[in-house]
């Protein structure tokens, strides 16, 4: 069996090692040492090489991200199965930035270090959890996920899916047509959506002005899903309090981009959550494993719906 890595070297790295106990059959190769394209069975990438056509026993493409969106579907073989990853590292990493967003939105924090910042001893009221609406756009592995410690903390829940959901606690708003309802309830809107057609630009002035005025924002999705202008604008307005900005399009931002010093955004580099490589690798030899056995593997994506 033959695995080709094309991504971060150090991860390739430390796999290489492990790959020597854990499967010491399969022939490991980190970009760009491919050796003949024709023997690789499994390619493992955030970008596949641009001559793809010359790996002609291609198996599968697996992704290093959780998300798949960055292919050129068009530029793929239609048949090659393309999966994206699933592993418990990378679902942390995402419960920890979304619970620690929302916390520090429903506790107004960027407000109040702009009161640090003019050296402003002012104290406002607060609200408890329970009265502060949440509502997570995907409830996928990682809405689903994020979902619970906010439960947990009494927020009050509701997801936006485009098949109906059944968490307990959790109301599950379906759709087009639900996607108004949905709206008017979430005080903090988390956006963990994929990039598809219909998700791009998702995030733009429409759909805030259907969200509870001074709303907030967190976008831990992907960057082309929001529009910059339409944040900046509804910030301005008031009609949005805040917003945590951990993707963009294009990324970085360019040094003069209004998003980089303005105080009610908090911007950070596309870091919401990373695979990790120890719990990445197993999550990778078990789709492998699925694959030999003929079995269904773990984030096999839908073409045809787009993730
Ligand atoms: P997932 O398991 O495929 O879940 C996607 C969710 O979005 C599903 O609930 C799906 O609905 C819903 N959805 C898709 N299109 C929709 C639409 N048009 N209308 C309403 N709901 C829609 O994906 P995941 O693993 O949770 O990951 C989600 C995304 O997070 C990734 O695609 C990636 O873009 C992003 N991500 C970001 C970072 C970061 O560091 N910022 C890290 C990892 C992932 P159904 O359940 O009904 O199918
Ligand atoms: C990061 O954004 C990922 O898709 O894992």
Redesign the pocket.
Known sequence: MNILYKSEPERGRLWAERLKTLLPEATFRQWPDVGDPTKIDYLVAWQPPENLSDFTALKVLFSV???A?QFDYAALPPELPVV?M?EPG?TSG?VEYVTFAVLGLHREMPRYFQQQREKNWLAHASLPAARRRVGV???????EAVLQPLLQLGFDCAG????P?NIPGVASFV?EAQLGAFLARSDILIC?????A??ENILNADLFSQLPPGASLVH???GKQLNHQHLLNALESGQLAAAVV??TSPEPLPADHAFWRHPAIWLTP?????AQPESALTALLENIRRFERGEPMHGLVERER??
């Open positions: 991200g959780a998300g969106e994206r699933i990378l995402m756009m995907g409830v996928g592995k990682l809405g936006w899916s485009r098949t959901k759709g963990l959506l994929p990039l598809t219909a998700t831990a999705g992907r951990d993707v596309h870091i919401a959550s990373q787009g993730y």
